[in-house]
């Protein structure tokens, strides 16, 4: 890690989510106007990951355990694949597009009292949407993110544990190791331009909320440099 940035809260802010339940929407990034919905089977659609060059786009199917492909340009689903019973809960995305290789990473575990329990990671093959590679991975999968210069794929999980890999080549992949940072740190985001992947550490306290003596820790972000 390089260093920590503390993050300041406001009562005052506001986000808005879009609720993915049995469809995917598209909003106009320059306007913010509501384009078009594509339905899904699923009312659980977690991460989404594009085609570098071409309409194709990935979808986690989190509670049917399958990967939605779907054209962005027809905006309909050409097919769904299964990844039974190698990965279960697939809630993390990555994709190499020059390889045709599609990265997920898989919660294995139905109840949120378990997700911290250990996970896979999955590789796919997107000409055949068949499973190809399976691989242990940290808990409650959360992000995941794929590093073309590097060759990396980072999955990052609760407790602040993300697994780091290297592919070799599409058939042949390599254990780098694991990050460990702050226990609450789990949503994520990679910038290659900088090389710099960066995990956002929640507000918590050592111990059960409201009980007498928990030390509240302040939120903040931990920045790391990627290697080659």
């Avoid at 078009?36 to 089977?41: E, G, N, P, S």
């Avoid at 097919?79 to 990555?94: R, V």
């Amino acid at each position: 890690m390089m260093r920590s940035v503390n993050l300041y809260t406001s009562p005052q802010a506001a986000v808005t989510l879009a609720c993915r339940i049995h469809y995917s929407r598209f909003v106009n990034a320059l306007t913010g106007e509501h384009a078009a919905d594509i339905q899904v089977d699923s009312a659980n659609v977690q991460a989404m990951v594009f085609e570098s060059s071409g309409p194709k786009m990935y979808a986690d199917l989190a509670d049917v355990n399958k990967i939605a492909v779907i054209d962005r340009e027809k905006r309909i689903v050409l097919t769904t694949w299964s990844l039974t019973p190698q990965c279960q809960k697939p809630y993390a995305l990555t994709l190499d597009s020059a390889h045709h290789r599609l990265f997920v990473g898989c919660r294995m575990y139905a109840t949120q009292a378990e997700w911290w329990q250990p996970g896979k990671m999955v590789v796919v093959d997107t000409d055949s949407g068949k499973v190809i590679m399976t691989f242990d991975a940290g808990g409650g999968a959360d992000e995941m993110f794929f590093d073309a210069a590097s060759q990396h794929i980072y999955l990052q999980g609760y407790e602040g544990i993300a697994d780091v890999w290297k592919e070799v080549d599409p058939g042949h992949y390599q254990s780098i190791g694991k990050i460990q940072g702050g226990v609450h740190g789990k949503t994520s985001l990679l910038v290659p331009e900088l090389k710099r992947y960066y995990v956002a550490v929640s507000e918590h306290q050592d111990v059960v909320r409201g009980i007498q003596g928990g030390k509240v820790e302040e939120a903040y972000i931990e920045v790391y440099e990627v290697q080659p």
